[in-house]
């Protein structure tokens, strides 16, 4: 029987690129749009690892995280975060040339204060975190480590 993985990702694409690199490895996707859907979802189908996004609507990565490690059952799933904000970031600093703003230092500041919290709450941080682009190799290599094929 294939192993479960919970794609929970905003972004329509990126949930059919990884169902498509999952089934494709042996696994059995489940994809998820958000972070309260896809918290339902680890409650019903008990998924062997979770690929969360970061940046969600309704829900955070970090929201689906924290209710995730709180949640009898749920607790010790595997997670893998995947992010684009390091590279957002990036971009925007450069785009901000020799000016001192640095336009999104207040969300650099959130993501720190949000792990800090973590952290402080006696929360594990996920296992991973990939950045975006994803290289499905990458993913599954991952996974592998994780939960084995």
Known sequence: MAKKVLVVDD????????????????????????GKEGFEKAKSELPALILLDVMMPKRT????????????GLENIPVIMLTGVTASLEQ???ESGDTLEQPFERLRESLR?????????GLVRPEFFL?????P???IQKIR?????
Not at 61 to 72: H, N
Not at 113 to 121: S, V
Not at 145 to 149: M, N, Q
């Open 11 to 34: 972004d329509p694409n990126t949930v059919r690129f990884l169902t498509v690199a999952l089934e494709e490895n042996g696994y059995e996707p489940i994809g998820a749009v958000d």
């Open 61 to 72: 990565g970090f929201t689906m995280f924290k209710q995730l490690r709180k949640t009898e």
């Open 92 to 94: 925007q600093d450069e």
């Open 113 to 121: 204060k949000t792990i800090h919290e973590m952290k402080e709450e």
């Open 131 to 135: 950045e975006k682009p994803i290289d």
């Open 137 to 139: 190799e990458d993913v």
């Open 145 to 149: 480590e994780l939960i084995g094929s």
